[in-house]
């Protein structure tokens, strides 16, 4: 262990962090931190209860003298997305993540920080530590596979938790800010049956690189480049001017993430190298002019290999990919024409994987209307069922709907207003929480979402402010010392 953190404040905070980041725990990989945290809640002497979706409910007894006072639940998810720079050599089933001090933030090695949602993990952590925190009865709810479709909470059951009558989520990323509402989201994939026969030419590779990506939900407003989209679209103009075919196409790594690289493997005649030079290099000028400022590093590049006799795709085949990579919506569909500037339905390819005879392609739905969201997933899946490819939708969950009256988020914005001298600002993410499946299994629920600034989440730029963390958890033990 590196110790890396050890002597920033606050220390309990940082050294939990710091061992969470040493234990892999990428979606389906999460056994290991679940266990690190029931070890040590048990060593505490508190109670603790693992289901089998792996879920843990540790509970603290309410401080000496405030056992009236009605039980809160902390929650936070086991699970991080796993994305990495394409040269990193890290594992994320068993390599711990290389922490980076620079100056107020902390990064990971060229992967994924995991703060989403380590450091609410490591603040639960941190309340078992401290003795001197007021606070009423604890539930920690961990959950696993957030980060995929919120499986494990959509597992949980309730009922040991059912006397709990509010919620602090520990999984926003912006401090200051109190959350209070979500978009509710599904996954579709989408399956094509490929067809293939042999073909002899030069092996060429088109990569488009350097995009921005970041989190489907919270990043989608940027207007930021798909590189799977954008592949699509310079193929399709490629193909106007020289006759190809398609070896394999894949990007991006999670559905969840905007994906920053795709690649595509060719097949052109020797005699079109230099004209294929030429449109790849007009393609990414103009696209260069297009891009928002958070593209500028885009870029197209070609790389060569040898002559000879390949499996392509037949043209059957890769009518069906471009086709469906040049039709399919992505990106902001709508906005919120109460709320300016906010997001109400979305949609992102994040993920296309091509194999011999099967292409798979999968999205992440967004929308604070769970219709507008159904008919995302009916318009993909009509698409792809009129192609004759297959389709499914999985992962459903609610939208999380303000509440009208929210006794908690006035504790909240008092406090905060009380420790720093200013508003806590109220808001609705487009992003996804597990606040809306709480909210939908107890109705009764107060439920608000905080946490510090963590930036560029779902990508291997992901860091987190050490000052911010440190306000955020000096604001938790307010509120919870208020709420005892």
Same mark, same amino acid.
């Given at each position: 262990?590196?110790?890396?953190?050890?002597?920033?404040?606050?220390?309990?905070?940082?050294?939990?962090?710091?061992?969470?980041?040493?234990?892999?725990?990428?979606?389906?990989?999460?056994?290991? @931190? =679940?266990?690190?945290?029931?070890? #040590?809640?048990?060593?505490?002497?508190?109670?603790?209860? +693992?289901?089998?979706?792996?879920?843990?409910?540790?509970?603290?007894?309410?401080?000496?003298?405030?056992?009236?006072?009605?039980?809160?639940?902390?929650?936070?998810?086991?699970?991080? !997305?796993? $994305?990495?720079? /394409?040269?990193?050599?890290?594992?994320?089933?068993?390599?711990? @993540?290389?922490?980076?001090?620079?100056?107020?933030?902390?990064?990971?090695?060229?992967? %994924?920080?995991?703060?989403?949602?380590?450091?609410?993990?490591?603040?639960?952590?941190?309340?078992?530590?401290?003795?001197?925190?007021?606070?009423?009865?604890?539930?920690?709810?961990?959950?696993?596979?957030?980060?995929?479709?919120?499986?494990?909470?959509?597992?949980?059951?309730?009922? *040991?938790?059912?006397?709990?009558?509010?919620?602090?989520?520990?999984?926003?990323?912006?401090?200051?800010?109190?959350?209070?509402?979500?978009?509710?989201? /599904? +996954?579709? !994939? $989408? %399956?094509?049956?490929?067809?293939?026969?042999? =073909? +002899?030419?030069?092996?060429?590779?088109?990569?488009?690189?350097?995009?921005?990506?970041?989190?489907?939900?919270?990043?989608?407003?940027?207007?930021?480049?798909?590189?799977?989209?954008?592949?699509?679209?310079?193929?399709?103009?490629?193909?106007?001017?020289?006759?190809?075919?398609?070896?394999?196409?894949?990007?991006?790594?999670?559905?969840?993430?905007?994906?920053?690289?795709?690649?595509?493997?060719?097949?052109?005649?020797?005699?079109?190298?230099?004209?294929?030079?030429?449109?790849?290099?007009?393609?990414?000028?103009?696209?260069?002019?297009?891009?928002?400022?958070?593209?500028?590093?885009?870029?197209?590049?070609?790389?060569?290999?040898?002559? +000879?006799?390949?499996?392509?795709?037949? *043209?059957?085949?890769?009518?069906?990919?471009?086709?469906?990579?040049?039709?399919?919506?992505?990106?902001?569909?709508?906005?919120?024409?109460? /709320?300016?500037?906010? $997001?109400?339905?979305?949609?992102?390819?994040?993920?296309?994987?091509?194999?011999?005879? !099967?292409?798979?392609?999968?999205?992440?739905?967004?929308? %604070?209307?769970?219709?507008?969201?159904?008919?995302?997933?009916?318009?993909?899946?009509?698409?792809?069922?009129? @192609?004759?490819?297959?389709?499914?939708?999985?992962?459903? #969950?609610?939208?999380?709907?303000?509440?009208?009256?929210?006794?908690?988020? @006035?504790?909240?914005?008092?406090? #905060?207003?009380?420790?720093?001298?200013?508003?806590?600002? !109220?808001?609705?993410?487009?992003?996804?929480?597990?606040?809306?499946?709480?909210?939908?299994?107890?109705?009764?629920?107060?439920?608000?979402?905080?946490? *510090?600034?963590?930036?560029?989440?779902?990508?291997?730029?992901?860091?987190?402010?050490?000052?911010?963390?440190?306000?955020?958890?000096?604001?938790?033990?307010?509120?919870?010392?208020?709420?005892?």
């Amino acid at each position: 262990m590196e110790n890396l953190l050890e002597a920033i404040e606050p220390k309990n905070v940082f050294q939990h962090f710091e061992r969470i980041c040493q234990i892999p725990h990428g979606s389906y990989n999460t056994k290991a @931190l =679940a266990d690190y945290c029931e070890s #040590y809640a048990t060593g505490k002497g508190f109670e603790t209860i +693992r289901d089998g979706a792996g879920n843990l409910i540790i509970t603290i007894p309410a401080t000496k003298g405030h056992e009236s006072a009605s039980p809160v639940i902390l929650q936070g998810h086991l699970d991080m !997305v796993c $994305v990495k720079d /394409a040269a990193s050599p890290h594992d994320f089933e068993k390599d711990p @993540l290389k922490l980076v001090l620079k100056d107020d933030f902390i990064y990971a090695d060229k992967t %994924t920080l995991g703060a989403d949602d380590g450091i609410g993990i490591a603040m639960c952590l941190a309340v078992m530590d401290d003795p001197s925190i007021v606070h009423p009865k604890l539930y920690c709810v961990f959950t696993t596979e957030e980060e995929v479709g919120m499986d494990g909470a959509y597992a949980l059951d309730f009922t *040991p938790i059912a006397d709990a009558t509010r919620m602090i989520n520990l999984d926003s990323e912006d401090e200051g800010t109190v959350t209070v509402g979500c978009a509710g989201g /599904a +996954r579709v !994939v $989408v %399956t094509y049956n490929l067809h293939r026969l042999k =073909a +002899r030419g030069l092996q060429t590779t088109l990569t488009v690189s350097g995009l921005a990506g970041g989190h489907s939900g919270d990043g989608i407003s940027q207007f930021g480049y798909n590189a799977n989209i954008v592949l699509g679209k310079i193929l399709n103009e490629i193909a106007k001017k020289i006759d190809f075919s398609i070896i394999s196409l894949n990007g991006g790594i999670k559905d969840n993430a905007i994906p920053q690289t795709a690649r595509a493997e060719l097949l052109i005649g020797p005699g079109e190298r230099e004209e294929l030079d030429l449109e790849v290099h007009r393609l990414q000028q103009i696209y260069r002019k297009m891009a928002s400022p958070i593209d500028s590093n885009l870029a197209f590049t070609l790389a060569y290999g040898e002559t +000879r006799q390949f499996e392509v795709l037949a *043209p059957d085949s890769e009518f069906l990919i471009l086709f469906t990579l040049n039709m399919v919506p992505n990106g902001v569909q709508s906005m919120n024409r109460m /709320a300016p500037g906010t $997001v109400d339905t979305s949609l992102n390819l994040g993920i296309v994987e091509m194999e011999r005879s !099967v292409a798979t392609l999968i999205f992440n739905v967004r929308s %604070t209307s769970n219709f507008d969201r159904d008919q995302i997933c009916d318009q993909l899946c009509a698409l792809a069922d009129h @192609l004759g490819g297959s389709s499914k939708t999985t992962g459903q #969950y609610p939208a999380w709907p303000v509440r009208e009256s929210s006794p908690l988020t @006035l504790t909240l914005s008092e406090v #905060y207003h009380q420790l720093f001298g200013k508003d806590l600002k !109220v808001m609705t993410i487009h992003g996804g929480l597990e606040c809306s499946l709480f909210a939908a299994a107890m109705p009764d629920l107060d439920i608000v979402s905080i946490g *510090p600034d963590n930036l560029d989440i779902h990508t291997d730029n992901e860091h987190m402010s050490i000052s911010s963390t440190a306000r955020t958890w000096d604001f938790l033990k307010a509120v919870l010392e208020q709420l005892a």
